[in-house]
């Protein structure tokens, strides 16, 4: 069974949540921030991040758009990616690379100008930008695709989580609505339950 590399609160916890909605069985190796810079990690991601997943042949794959389409494709009974060749395949491509390079990149372009100490409002227009255009390929549909929930919408509304998560999505009404959806499912629910603390009391 495969073996997802996680730090709660990381990316990986999108990689989870696809594992959730699948419901096979997979092991978790939940691994701190010291861990994940390690040498031994560092075997398993050259640049020592999370996720990383170990499949079933025993190989190792990074980089959480690429892990979790891969894993929508190995079970194509749980209906979360269309077939190859389809309208609504190259949707799923789409909107998942979309989501990663014009949200996430955004979010992280937005990040350093605020660390550097640089003017914001160039990316904050640029955030505004892309999560406009999720908005109006939602429309009035709950999921990106035909209306029915998929791969793109666990990556589309992960990314976008970042975004309302630090206070970007208050204009943006169908964008936050979107991200609560998703994250009102009870395989969201369940992916943040992997490796959380337990409890005080
Ligand atoms: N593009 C990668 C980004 C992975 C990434 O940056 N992961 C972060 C956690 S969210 C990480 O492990 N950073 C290394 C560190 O903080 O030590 C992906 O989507 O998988």
Redesign the pocket.
Known sequence: MPRLYH?PG???TRVLWLLEEIGAPYDVTVIT?DE??GPEHREL?P?????VIELDDGAHM????A?CLHLADLHPDAGLIAALGTPQRAQAYQWSVFA?AEI?GALLALRQANEAGADVAPGLERVGEAVAVIADALGDDDWLIDNRFSVADVLAASILGLAHSRGLLAAQPVAAAYVERGHARPAYERALAVGAAPAAG
């Open positions: 730090s990381s990316r990986s921030r994940r810079r991601h640049l020592g991040r999370v996720p990074i980089e959480s758009v892990i990663l996430e």
